[in-house]
């Protein structure tokens, strides 16, 4: 059940052979969170490799494969990469406010 007690939003499943990596499965996601997710992890020194792929397009779920070097770990990287987008979102939600209030303004 997708809306039931044990239902996750993000499974994280390590790699069994290859260190430092990792894949997750974020549930009711596509295109748009994989490819920020992607853009933004390639932006962190330590991350090695970054991919996103949507199995299916029935399968309502993305899945992002993490690689990092010694230095952090794929959950880490992506808590960082998480909060990295939420700080511009907010930028740029604060810059259109502005604007959209000046624009008001001024007709």
């Known amino acids: 059940n997708e809306d039931g007690p044990s239902y996750r939003k993000v499974i994280v499943e390590k790699d069994q052979k290859i260190q430092n990596a990792a894949t997750f499965r974020i549930n009711k996601e ?11 992890l390639l932006r962190d020194r330590d991350v090695i490799f ?24 794929p959950t880490s990287a992506m808590k960082k990469a998480i909060s990295a987008l939420q700080k511009e979102c907010s930028i740029l ?13 001024t007709m």
């Not at 596509?30 to 933004?40: K, P, Y």
């Not at 792929?53 to 770990?73: A, Y």
């Not at 604060?94 to 303004?105: G, L, P, V, Y």
Request: glycine content about 4%; some cysteine.
């Open 30 to 40: 596509d295109h748009t969170i994989g490819n920020l997710l992607r853009m933004q």
């Open 50 to 73: 970054a991919g996103y792929k949507v199995p299916h397009p029935l399968e309502h779920c993305v899945i992002v494969k993490i690689q990092t070097n010694e230095f952090s770990d």
């Open 93 to 105: 939600k604060e810059r259109f406010n502005a604007q959209a209030s000046h624009s008001k303004n």
